[in-house]
T-cell receptor, first 113, second 114 residues
């Protein structure tokens, strides 16, 4: 988890409220990713970023938006949270050099009541 | 379509015995394959990867993986399991070239009993 922090680490919210999760890196890596982890599904990509203000959708992007105004920060927003978005959210980073692996943050457990 | 399959939800092994966690993949072009481990309430940690070259790849904590192109498999192995190896293991394949994204398998829970 070195060099990547996520905040908050735990959050309970109610259906219909907006939620923003933050990923912060100190590695100056170009690529950043948001995944969700659900039992029986493994990790699924929500959105990713390949540079400041450059983002793209992943496999399960509906209901989520992202922003990256600085290299070190990647925000994931649930505009109106639903119970189906209860999950553990992981941020990952990658330097984009060849076939290097992604490094993951510690995760955020989100519960939508 | 690119995909990764981990056919076993759980693998049980006695400490000291060899372990294998299976992974098969489907990808167009050359596969770039990864194994990650997740301990409870933690993020994923990188174990090893196959990009090209020797089919037997060695990684962290004594783990290794064998790439088999004809069987489209990338099984994770360890000669002698430890109780501390108990965790959730994920296989992943990168698609779209070196700048591509990862697709993960659903994970296999490894349980090593004393």
């Amino acid at each position: 988890d070195a060099g990547i922090t996520q905040s908050p680490r735990h959050k309970v919210t109610e259906t219909g409220t907006p939620v923003t999760l933050r990923c912060h890196q100190t590695e100056n890596h170009r690529y950043m990713y948001w995944y969700r982890q659900d039992p029986g599904h493994g990790l699924r990509l929500i959105h990713y970023s390949y540079g400041v203000k450059d983002t793209d959708k992943g496999e399960v992007s509906d209901g989520y938006s992202v922003s990256r105004s600085k290299t070190e920060d990647f925000l994931l927003t649930l505009e109106s949270a639903t119970s189906s978005q209860t999950s553990v959210y992981f941020c990952a980073i990658n330097d984009g050099a060849g076939y290097n692996e992604q490094f993951f943050g510690p995760g955020t457990r989100l519960t939508v009541l | 379509a690119q995909s990764v399959a981990q056919p076993e939800d759980q693998v049980n092994v006695a400490e000291g015995n060899p372990l294998t966690v299976k992974c098969t993949y489907s990808v167009s072009g050359n596969p770039y394959l990864f194994w990650y481990v997740q301990y409870p309430n933690r993020g994923l940690q990188f174990l090893l990867k196959y990009i090209t070259g020797d089919n037997l790849v060695k990684g962290s904590y004594g783990f290794e993986a064998e790439f088999n192109k004809s069987q489209t498999s990338f099984h994770l192995k360890k000669p002698s399991a430890l109780v501390s190896d108990s965790a959730l293991y994920f296989c992943a394949v990168k698609y779209g070239g070196s700048q591509g994204n990862l697709i993960f398998g659903k994970g296999t829970k490894l349980s090593v009993k004393p």
